[in-house]
């Protein structure tokens, strides 16, 4: 069995192989035996035997070697001129291959480049519909057309990426995709911020331009829906055309006015928004933001200006405010793809109305301005079209006009106030005189008063009333038209007109003109004539209450049926006879309070020696002012000239009776009494002259009959017929009070002691005194215990 080569690459290779052949194990045992000197012996005898053979052999083959030696020297300088001659040939090919192997590197390389450009060509040719597809994107979002650019991705992303998908800058590209959707979302939002920021600003000038076409519409004035311009410097005219600015400007807003309100603003941003947030599939998420954002401009719209109430221009501006958000929303709702609905809007209009009618409300009850509030209802009024012809529910308005109305008729009531206040101030309280038929004309036209004696006396004639007759009669017509003024195109009934005005004009004679008639006759210092010619005005006003139905039933075309009670009539007549009923009694209260300014005036000597024979003059000045007041009582009713001369004598003679009586007085004389009753005669003759006519003889004298009694008493000293006659209903002093008799009685005594008769008169009269003071005191315990 052969054994197998072995590889021998260094010493350690020789080392192991040697180490593991049987040689070795051969060699190992001689080493390890006895056998060494065997083994060198016959290594010797063998490599002799080896050495011999190669000797044979070399000398075998001996000639063939030389001759082999000379034929490769042969060779060697063969070789040397053919390694000459193929070197030589090499050169050659060398330099003859340089130029070659130079062109085909450049063809390598053309080839190279050449199948580069075919595949670039070809890259392209797949890439460039993908960039140029992105170029498109990337302008599109510089131009902000973002609904194209929108749809210019999706083509992107669906079509192109995929087919160079294995391209890095596809990837970058796709992973882009989002946040470019996002860029335009935010865009598109930014978009429609801006959009909201605008109509913000224009929706005054829309609501101006609506309600100017809805003015045109109703017949309405159209400056009421005109905002007035702030106005400036005028500018020098146009140097190319010699137009003036002011020209321009108008031509302007009349071109700008002759377009819908719709025009003026351009709603292709809500839209286009609309579109991508429907295609992104977030419209939900556009539509709550969208009318989010409307509400909060609604609320901001619906907040008035602080000094609205100040002028018209501040409700005009607000209400155009308002006008124009619901403008908007009405042609987005027609033209928003649902973006707006109905509901949405019915419930914005209904928050909307309420917080609009609560801030006129408020803002026009600090208004007192009759013609103010007159504006500001052709202003709702208008406001009110202009919503109704957008389908908007304007029920709210036409109440708050009613509530507008009880306002301006309370503006108007207070407007009379002072109207009424100054009549009463500038009035005279004298007959008006007038000297020719013009000025007797004039009156009548202004309050139709008919007297035939008053027609058939001559000039000058001389009416019983003031001048404040026709002027308050005047003004109740005046304020009745100022009434029926705001009632116009209420849409109100021909009743409810109707009922409205005579409500009004009751409150107005009821109220107002009864307050200040009130306040009038009660002013502290009227003097007695001014009240007599304000009672005698009240009774003429009363009659021209007839006068004021018939010009209420004319104005608002009812028909007066006077057979049916409570039906057209106006309050004023109950009202004038209340007012002259104060007014008497203030009448009688003055006359009482001037007749004490003369009454004060009295300076009895109660100690007098002699009476004056005369009657005092204080007496005689009464009577005089007595006589001149009751001439003035001539146009006033008899019952109350004849209750005020009664009240005036009686309040005389009890002033008189009370000067006797009073405790001040402690001590009087006889002669004092006859003065009294000098005083009291002058009072009586006064009193037989009947001042008043009407009265039943004797019955002003009936008013000194308790004094004249007293006095006739004393002066006669008639005591027996007195006593005699006490308690029988035919006596002769039958109203004279034993206790008031008791008290001048006692003051006689006490002026007794003075001394003032003789010894043996001021004996008898003392006597007589005290016997009479003990029989009256008699008289008395017995009314005490009866």
Same mark, same amino acid.
């Given at each position: 069995?052969?054994?197998?080569?072995?590889?021998?690459?260094?010493?350690?290779?020789?080392?192991?192989?040697?180490?593991?052949?049987?040689?070795?194990?051969?060699?190992?045992?001689?080493?390890?035996?006895?056998?060494?000197?065997?083994?060198?012996?016959?290594?010797?005898?063998?490599?002799?035997?080896?050495?011999?053979?190669?000797?044979?052999?070399?000398?075998?083959?001996?000639?063939?070697?030389?001759?082999?030696?000379?034929?490769?020297?042969?060779?060697?300088?063969?070789?040397?001129?053919?390694?000459?001659?193929?070197?030589?040939?090499?050169?050659e090919?060398?330099?003859?291959?340089?130029?070659?192997?130079?062109?085909?590197?450049?063809?390598?390389?053309?080839?190279?480049? %050449?199948?580069?450009?075919?595949?670039?060509?070809?890259?392209?040719?797949?890439?460039?519909?993908?960039?140029?597809?992105?170029?498109?994107?990337?302008?599109?979002?510089?131009?902000? @057309?973002?609904?194209?650019?929108?749809?210019?991705? $999706?083509?992107?992303?669906?079509?192109?990426?995929?087919?160079?998908?294995?391209?890095?800058?596809?990837?970058?590209?796709r992973?882009?995709?989002?946040?470019?959707?996002? *860029?335009?979302?935010?865009?598109?939002?930014? *978009?429609?911020?801006?959009?909201?920021?605008?109509?913000?600003?224009?929706?005054?000038?829309?609501?101006?331009?609506?309600?100017?076409?809805?003015?045109?519409?109703?017949?309405?004035?159209?400056?009421?829906?005109?905002? @007035?311009?702030?106005?400036?410097?005028?500018?020098?005219?146009n140097?190319?055309?010699?137009?003036?600015y002011?020209?321009?400007?108008?031509?302007q807003?009349?071109?700008?006015?002759?377009?819908?309100?719709?025009?003026l603003?351009?709603?292709?941003?809500?839209?286009?928004?609309?579109?991508?947030?429907?295609?992104?599939?977030?419209?939900?998420?556009?539509?709550?933001?969208?009318?989010?954002?409307?509400?909060?401009?609604?609320r901001?719209?619906?907040?008035?200006?602080?000094?609205?109430?100040?002028?018209?221009?501040?409700?005009?501006q607000?209400?155009h405010?308002?006008?124009?958000?619901?403008?908007?929303?009405?042609?987005v709702?027609?033209? #928003?793809?649902?973006?707006?609905?109905?509901?949405?809007?019915?419930?914005?209009w209904?928050?909307?109305?309420g917080?609009?009618?609560?801030?006129?409300?408020?803002?026009?009850?600090?208004?007192?301005?009759?013609?103010?509030?007159?504006? &500001?209802?052709?202003?709702?009024?208008?406001?009110?079209h202009?919503?109704?012809?957008?389908?908007?529910?304007?029920?709210?308005?036409?109440?708050?006009?009613?509530?507008?109305? !009880?306002?301006?008729?309370?503006?108007?009531?207070?407007?009379?106030?002072q109207?009424?206040?100054?009549?009463?101030? $500038?009035?005279?309280?004298?007959?008006?005189?007038? !000297?020719?038929?013009?000025?007797?004309?004039?009156?009548?036209?202004?309050?139709?008063?008919? *007297?035939?004696?008053?027609?058939?006396a001559?000039?000058?004639?001389?009416?019983?009333?003031?001048?404040?007759?026709?002027?308050?009669?005047?003004?109740?017509?005046?304020?009745?038209?100022?009434?029926?003024?705001?009632?116009?195109?209420?849409?109100?009934?021909?009743?409810?007109?109707?009922?409205?005005?005579?409500?009004s004009?009751?409150?107005?004679?009821?109220?107002?003109?009864s307050?200040?008639?009130?306040?009038?006759?009660?002013?502290? #210092?009227?003097?007695l004539?001014?009240?007599?010619?304000?009672t005698?005005?009240?009774?003429?006003?009363?009659?021209?209450?007839?006068?004021?139905?018939?010009?209420?039933?004319?104005?608002?075309?009812?028909?007066?049926?006077?057979?049916?009670?409570?039906?057209?009539?106006?309050?004023?007549?109950?009202?004038?006879?209340?007012?002259?009923?104060?007014?008497?009694?203030?009448?009688?209260?003055?006359?009482?309070?001037?007749?004490? $300014?003369?009454?004060?005036?009295?300076?009895?000597?109660?100690m007098?020696?002699?009476?004056?024979?005369?009657?005092?003059?204080?007496?005689? !000045?009464?009577?005089?002012?007595?006589?001149?007041?009751?001439?003035a009582?001539?146009?006033?009713?008899?019952?109350?000239?004849?209750?005020?001369?009664?009240?005036?004598?009686?309040?005389?003679?009890?002033?008189?009776?009370n000067?006797?009586?009073?405790? *001040?007085?402690k001590?009087?004389?006889?002669?004092?009494? $006859?003065?009294?009753?000098?005083?009291? &005669?002058?009072?009586?003759?006064?009193?037989?002259?009947?001042?008043v006519?009407?009265?039943?003889?004797?019955?002003?004298?009936?008013?000194?009959?308790?004094?004249r009694?007293?006095?006739?008493?004393?002066?006669?000293? !008639?005591?027996?017929?007195?006593?005699?006659?006490?308690?029988?209903?035919?006596?002769?002093?039958l109203?004279?009070?034993?206790?008031?008799?008791?008290?001048?009685?006692?003051?006689?005594?006490?002026?007794?002691? @003075?001394?003032?008769?003789?010894?043996?008169?001021?004996s008898?009269?003392?006597?007589?005194?005290?016997?009479?003071?003990?029989?009256?005191?008699?008289?008395?315990?017995? %009314?005490?215990?009866?």
């Amino acid at each position: 069995m052969e054994e197998e080569p072995f590889e021998i690459h260094d010493l350690d290779d020789f080392e192991r192989i040697f180490t593991t052949s049987s040689l070795y194990q051969e060699i190992m045992t001689i080493y390890d035996g006895d056998e060494h000197g065997k083994f060198m012996e016959r290594l010797d005898a063998r490599i002799r035997n080896h050495d011999r053979d190669i000797e044979r052999m070399c000398n075998h083959h001996y000639q063939g070697f030389i001759d082999s030696i000379r034929e490769l020297l042969q060779v060697r300088s063969q070789a040397h001129k053919l390694k000459t001659e193929v070197v030589r040939i090499d050169e050659e090919a060398q330099e003859s291959a340089k130029h070659l192997l130079m062109k085909s590197e450049e063809l390598i390389k053309t080839r190279k480049v %050449q199948s580069n450009i075919c595949a670039a060509i070809d890259a392209l040719t797949l890439c460039l519909p993908v960039l140029t597809t992105y170029s498109k994107l990337q302008k599109q979002m510089q131009e902000k @057309r973002y609904y194209p650019a929108l749809k210019t991705l $999706e083509q992107l992303e669906h079509t192109y990426l995929p087919r160079v998908a294995s391209y890095r800058f596809a990837q970058q590209m796709r992973d882009n995709i989002p946040r470019v959707r996002e *860029d335009i979302k935010q865009a598109s939002m930014s *978009d429609i911020k801006d959009f909201l920021e605008t109509i913000r600003r224009v929706s005054a000038r829309i609501g101006q331009v609506a309600m100017k076409h809805a003015a045109l519409q109703y017949n309405m004035d159209p400056k009421l829906a005109m905002t @007035r311009m702030k106005k400036h410097a005028p500018m020098p005219p146009n140097p190319f055309t010699g137009e003036t600015y002011e020209a321009q400007s108008e031509a302007q807003s009349d071109e700008e006015e002759d377009l819908c309100a719709q025009d003026l603003i351009n709603f292709a941003p809500v839209y286009r928004c609309l579109h991508i947030y429907t295609v992104l599939g977030a419209r939900e998420q556009f539509e709550t933001y969208y009318r989010q954002q409307r509400r909060e401009q609604a609320r901001l719209a619906l907040q008035p200006p602080t000094n609205m109430h100040e002028n018209l221009e501040g409700y005009r501006q607000y209400l155009h405010g308002v006008v124009g958000f619901f403008v908007i929303e009405d042609h987005v709702l027609n033209t #928003g793809n649902g973006l707006v609905n109905r509901p949405y809007l019915d419930e914005v209009w209904d928050m909307a109305s309420g917080k609009v009618v609560n801030n006129i409300r408020n803002h026009s009850s600090y208004c007192t301005d009759t013609h103010l509030m007159l504006s &500001i209802k052709n202003l709702i009024m208008l406001f009110a079209h202009t919503l109704q012809n957008y389908g908007y529910a304007v029920n709210p308005l036409h109440e708050l006009l009613l509530e507008v109305k !009880d306002h301006y008729n309370e503006v108007l009531m207070l407007k009379w106030v002072q109207v009424f206040r100054e009549i009463f101030d $500038e009035d005279n309280y004298h007959p008006i005189q007038v !000297d020719t038929p013009e000025e007797y004309n004039r009156i009548t036209e202004v309050f139709p008063y008919h *007297d035939a004696s008053l027609e058939q006396a001559p000039f000058p004639k001389r009416f019983p009333f003031s001048l404040m007759v026709p002027k308050v009669y005047r003004q109740v017509k005046n304020y009745v038209a100022a009434c029926l003024e705001f009632s116009e195109d209420l849409n109100l009934s021909q009743t409810e007109k109707e009922d409205m005005v005579r409500k009004s004009t009751n409150l107005l004679l009821t109220r107002t003109l009864s307050g200040c008639l009130a306040t009038l006759i009660k002013r502290p #210092g009227l003097p007695l004539l001014q009240l007599i010619q304000i009672t005698i005005n009240t009774l003429h006003l009363e009659h021209a209450n007839v006068l004021l139905e018939h010009y209420v039933a004319r104005l608002t075309g009812s028909i007066e049926d006077s057979s049916i009670p409570g039906i057209g009539r106006l309050q004023g007549k109950a009202m004038f006879k209340d007012i002259r009923g104060e007014a008497e009694e203030q009448i009688y209260t003055a006359l009482r309070l001037k007749l004490d $300014e003369f009454l004060d005036l009295a300076s009895y000597d109660w100690m007098l020696a002699e009476p004056q024979g005369t009657s005092s003059s204080y007496v005689t !000045d009464l009577i005089a002012f007595l006589s001149s007041t009751f001439c003035a009582f001539t146009n006033l009713p008899v019952r109350v000239a004849q209750t005020a001369c009664m009240s005036a004598c009686q309040h005389v003679a009890k002033s008189l009776m009370n000067m006797l009586l009073s405790e *001040d007085v402690k001590q009087m004389s006889l002669a004092a009494l $006859e003065q009294v009753n000098l005083d009291v &005669i002058q009072c009586e003759q006064f009193a037989a002259t009947e001042p008043v006519e009407g009265f039943e003889e004797g019955a002003l004298l009936m008013c000194f009959s308790d004094l004249r009694q007293l006095l006739d008493l004393f002066m006669t000293e !008639d005591w027996s017929t007195y006593f005699h006659d006490y308690g029988s209903e035919n006596a002769k002093y039958l109203r004279v009070n034993p206790h008031n008799a008791i008290i001048i009685v006692e003051k006689l005594r006490e002026g007794e002691k @003075r001394g003032m008769f003789s010894i043996l008169k001021r004996s008898d009269k003392k006597k007589l005194l005290e016997t009479v003071l003990k029989q009256l005191k008699q008289l008395t315990q017995q %009314q005490h215990s009866t």
